[in-house]
């Protein structure tokens, strides 16, 4: 049978007018094996809980079959079918991830040669440029990865503000360091002005910036002419778009830093992951639940933000990443064929490690007239880096840890019906979160943690009917910003530009 979105859309609207789901059901819930078996779904080690949610059986019916509508596009990306269409583009990061692909060997390969490449320096350091999508990810991996860590320190550069790049600089000795540029076009400015003044400061001291400077990038001609050698550049596909492209050799960093081993560990346990997203039923899909519930809560709900929270220190590169894969993928207001999109799209995420989240914004999420959705994601084993005299302390603080999670979990959710509450506060629970867990932060479990929000707000962008893979409100940001130089430099005065802006920029002018 055809599935119908609008009647389907008009059930969901009538089911979300209901009184809302109460910390009495919730704990109803979480004493019922049943239900609970149709909210926590595992694949291995990895642990997905939405038993704390706020969705009943007949909404999460409802939700499931919506699901189902959007498996033919699910399938056509896996199969490299053109589905960016506004770019007119297959959507590829997944066929990295295969190991059968030679896609992925090839990319695997050319990344381990450069590695060794610039391993061969005996630099200590290296300074990754990018920004976006070639920043955020593979300064997430490297963070979080850093007991994995076998080659030079990596330090990652994104801000045109000349004091990013210069305070790494000052720092770091120019004989044993070396950059990598990434741009997927080599024409982004922040990656081509920190690379011109990371030339300028080899050069400074002596060192043959020539031999230092890595490049990449999907169009290696326009790599050439800024003075980048062939040979010290690798070249991208342009199907893999900057928030998803930390697989590719956009993750050179990544590789320099952990090797070319745990680089591929990382790329499996992604692997695991779409292998699940492309063969698990939609009831038992984790990142198709996870994007149904994201979609429920962010336009059905109203609630207008998600919060991010790792209880791993290593992951505080985390809440950011998830910002640019949500906000930029699916923050947007026109579907994919041009229409007013007919529902809220991506919610606001915000984020920072816990335990010190629960020191700063937690207030507002426990009693806060706006209710915020909650991810609370943690190892459930510590990795430390102090040695075996340390691990009773280590063990003793991270079983805390994971307590103070569980219990800020529990209290949004059952409010003064949760255990050891104080039933002088009002706190009403009800508050919908949802637990992820794994054993440790390795290069396998992360990488199947970071595929699942892959996945998950892609699903998102084909339930709201936009294309989660273009950016054109980035764009013209760019654009305009081109204007408004072009009035600094006087090369164009007759630049449309507001007066109060021109206050500014007048500033700067020659």
Known sequence: MTFDRSAHLTLLTEFSQRDPVTAKDISARLDDAAQQARL????????????????????????????????????????????????????????????????????????????QRILALGVEDVVAIGTGGSHLGPATVVKALSPFHQGPDIHFVSNLDPSDLDDTLAMLNPVTTAVITVSKTFTTKEPRFNMAAARAWFDKNGVDSASRIYAVTACPGI??????????????????????????????????????????????????????????????NMPILGALIQV????????????????????VGLPAWLQQLVMESNG????????????????????????????????????????????FIAPLTPISLTGDHDETSTMTRHRDLIAQMLAQADCLALGNLANGADGTIPLSGGRPSTIITWQATTPFALGRMLAYYEHLTVVCGWLLRINSFDQPGVELGKTIARGYVNYMDDADSSEAIPCNSKTYLDLYKN
């Open 223 to 284: 790599a050439e002419e800024a003075g980048i050698p062939a040979e010290q550049i690798l070249t991208m596909d342009e199907g893999i778009g900057g928030r998803f492209s930390l697989w590719s050799a956009v993750g050179l960093s990544i590789m320099v830093a952990i090797g070319e081993e745990m680089f591929i560990d990382l790329i499996a346990g992604a692997e695991q992951m779409d292998k699940h997203f492309a063969s698990a039923p939609v009831e038992a």
């Open 40 to 115: 926590i779904h595992q694949l291995d080690d990895l642990t997905v809980d939405f038993s704390r949610q706020s969705v009943r059986e007949d909404e999460l019916e409802a939700l499931i079959t919506w699901g189902e509508s959007i498996l033919p596009q699910r399938d056509a990306m896996l199969a490299g079918e053109v589905i960016n269409l506004s770019e007119t583009r297959p959507v590829l990061h997944t066929r990295l991830r295969d190991p059968d692909a030679p896609e992925a060997q090839e990319n695997i390969a050319a990344m381990a040669a450069m590695a």
């Open 296 to 315: 429920w809560n962010r336009a059905f709900l109203g609630h207008a933000a998600l919060a991010m929270i790792p209880y791993d220190q290593r992951l």
């Open 332 to 375: 947007k207001s026109l579907t994919i064929d041009g229409r007013p999109v007919d529902l809220a799209a991506s919610p606001i995420v915000i984020g920072e490690p816990g335990s010190n989240a629960q020191h700063s914004f937690f207030q507002m999420i426990h009693q806060s007239n706006e209710i915020t959705p909650v991810d």
